[in-house]
C-alpha cells in the first residue's frame, strides 16, 4: 500500500515537472513569434512623454526588452 502511494506521488511530481517544462517552452516560443512590444509601440510611448526618438535609442530598448525575453 505504501508503494503504491509513493508511486502516485512520484506520477504527480514528474508529471508536474514534465507539465512545466512544456508549458516554459510553448511560451518562450509563443513570445518570441508575438512580441509583447514592438519598434512602433516604443516610439508612440517616447512622443507620448514628449521626448523625439532617435533610432539610436530606440534600438537599445528593443534590445533591453529582449535580453529579458531570453
Known sequence: MLLDILKVLGGLVVGAVIGFLLARKYMKKFMK?????NEQ???AMMMQMGRTPSQKQVNQMMKSMNKYMD
Open 33 to 37: 513569434q508575438n512580441p509583447p512590444i
Open 41 to 43: 509601440m516604443i516610439k
